[in-house]
């Protein structure tokens, strides 16, 4: 594999499931007509990045016993990105000094606080995409950096080969950051060392309950003004309602002009193609990314909390391009799409500069100005396992409970989206676990299987 292969499929391996795009999305705040070819680009290339490069969670250590987990933490990011391109700047192979498991999981026990990314990136990645190719430090360019661990005497970083102490001087205290977290009030964590003495530093909710926000969701398109669904076909046609030729159907309206076609059907489902001539014999990761964000902000709108999950490398016929995988939050707390067809919020085929399609699970959220949180039981992680031991190991193996909890990979608590969906539903909230590399989804209440993915 030469060069450009091996940096191409470093940067791919960093951008999946990476934060992208935080701003607000309304269908009735469309951008204004635009009738031009080409979109004007209107968000900073490096804040979007920093977007990409944000942590996937933040784990806060207040002592022994006594930790928490957070998905929302823009402004600590924001503090504290000077010091993680430091670490990244700074951090040298020679230098590192290979730690135990059993002594980093010590180190939680002490006030710290841990950037958790969701996949591996190095110094290099880091600063070309920020912009500050310039400082390139050769000795440390290809060391991969999964979780940083910060606290006011030491600076730890994990990958999968382990965890390495760094001697860089970071200069900054951490003790207000710490302070304003635990005055706010926290959910408390214990890791899979306290909860099961497995040594590994995955953390699962104390408490029997917690607090989610109420949400509700509806797929309905019908209810959507004619004139709103305009302003979409003019955007994506890059032409006047007036020149669109519109199609009514049954299930939905299809605009086509030209090359281009957008269908909206009634339960939600949105498609739009550009079915003119392609010129990409090479494949552009940067280019193709770019045009796909650039393609959302500017012919759909804004979208809140849209995160980038998945890069697939696609062929159509000779030309060379990519499939990227978009899906959104709430509350920082990841929505997965549970629908036959749909599995992603948003789907894009990019050719360099190209939109060859996109696709959307559309949803509207039920505008209620009372925000409403609902106490939800959380069933312990060993009960959901034991119910359920048939998904994880077949009915011969001699694996037990403790077994199987030793080889989960990840744990999360995510909303679940059922699509389509005609009335506003509530999202359910559900246990995620990553297991022999398979999601498999669970309700946080009775421990029933939901799914798998």
């Avoid at 393609?295 to 499939?323: C, D, H, Q, R």
């Avoid at 246990?431 to 498999?440: A, G, Q, T």
């Amino acid at each position: 594999m030469n060069k450009k292969n091996i940096i191409l499929n470093i940067i791919l391996i960093v951008l999946v499931a990476l934060t992208i795009i935080q701003s607000s999305f309304l269908w009735i705040d469309l951008p204004k007509r635009e009738t031009s070819n080409q979109a004007t680009e209107s968000y900073n290339p490096e804040e979007l990045f920093i977007e990409i490069l944000k942590p996937q969670k933040l784990i806060v250590n207040f002592g022994e016993q006594r930790h928490t987990i957070l998905n929302k933490f823009d402004d600590t990011y924001k503090e504290y990105l000077d010091t993680i391109f430091t670490i990244f700047n700074e951090t040298e192979e020679d230098s590192l000094v290979p730690i135990t498991v059993e002594e980093y999981l010590d180190f939680q026990q002490k006030r710290s606080i841990v950037f958790e990314f969701n996949r591996v990136i190095t110094g290099n990645i880091f600063r070309n995409l920020l912009g500050f190719s310039n400082k390139s430090n050769k000795k440390n360019d290809n060391i991969p950096i999964s979780n940083i661990y910060i606290s006011d005497s030491d600076v730890i970083i994990g990958n999968a080969n382990g965890y390495f102490k760094s001697n860089i001087s970071i200069n900054k205290s951490i003790a207000t950051t710490l302070s304003t977290i635990e005055n706010q009030g926290y959910e408390n964590y214990n890791n899979f060392f306290e909860l099961y003495g497995i040594k590994k530093n995955l953390l699962f909710p104390q408490k029997t309950s917690i607090s989610v926000r109420d949400v509700y969701y509806s797929s309905d398109l019908l209810q959507v003004e004619q004139q709103t669904k305009n302003n979409l076909a003019e955007k994506l046609l890059s032409q006047s309602i007036d020149y669109i030729q519109e199609i009514t159907q049954d299930n939905g309206t299809t605009f086509v002009y030209e090359d281009k076609f957008l269908t909206l059907n009634n339960n939600g489902a949105i498609y739009y193609e550009d079915s003119s001539n392609i010129e990409s014999k090479d494949r552009n990761l940067y280019t193709s990314l770019n045009s796909s964000i650039n393609f959302i902000a500017n012919k759909v709108g804004t979208v809140e909390s849209l995160s980038l999950s998945k890069i697939e490398p696609i062929e159509l016929g000779k030309n060379l391009g990519y499939k990227f995988s978009f899906n959104i939050s709430e509350d920082s707390v990841p929505v997965v799409i549970n629908g036959e067809k749909y599995k992603n919020y948003i789907e894009l085929q990019v050719f360099s500069d190209h939109i060859r399609s996109y696709q959307q699970a559309y949803r509207q959220i039920e505008n209620d100005p009372e925000i409403k949180y609902t106490n939800t039981r959380v069933l312990p992680l060993e009960s959901i396992v034991d119910k359920n031991r048939i998904l994880f190991v077949d009915e011969l193996s001699e694996l037990t409970v403790q077994d199987i909890l030793a080889k989960i990979q990840d744990i999360d608590l995510v909303y679940l989206y059922d699509f389509p969906k005609e009335e506003f539903q509530k999202l359910s909230i559900a246990v995620k676990i990553n297991y022999d590399n398979r999601e498999l989804f669970f309700s946080t209440e009775s421990g029933k299987f939901i799914m798998e993915r």
